[in-house]
Nanobody
């Protein structure tokens, strides 16, 4: 089995910062991409940021210049540093991993989600 365990969410005032972490564990051969998605109440889940095993990154336009995604391949962990937070960043943040459990077995996993609330 594979688990993604997220941490770092919470309540912060607008303009503040939070750092999310997501550690993947279990039967993993290699991880291709890892990313963060968020879902606000009444809205669809959307991509926030993603990073490949080689370090290429992709960000939603709404977070460019404020959020930074990084990963530690040795620890199978991805981070999301969120600065200059806005109330519209509020939502449940989910970690996602696209990985191989063996040479021919590729899977996509989700974490349980962590709440981020930004007050105005």
């Amino acid at each position: 089995q594979v688990q993604l365990v997220e941490s770092g969410g919470g309540l912060v005032q607008a303009g503040g910062s939070l750092r999310l972490s997501c550690a993947a564990s279990g039967s993993i051969l290699s991880i291709n991409s890892m990313g963060w998605y968020r879902q606000a109440p009444g809205k669809q889940r959307e991509l926030v940021a993603a990073i490949t095993s080689g370090g290429n990154t992709n960000y939603a336009d709404s977070v460019k210049g404020r959020f930074t995604i990084s990963r530690d391949n040795a620890k199978n962990t991805v981070y999301l540093q969120m600065n200059s937070l806005k109330p519209e960043d509020t939502g449940v943040y989910y970690c996602n991993a696209d990985l191989y459990r063996s040479a021919l077995r590729r899977y996509n996993y989700w974490g349980q989600g962590t709440q981020v609330t930004v007050s105005s």
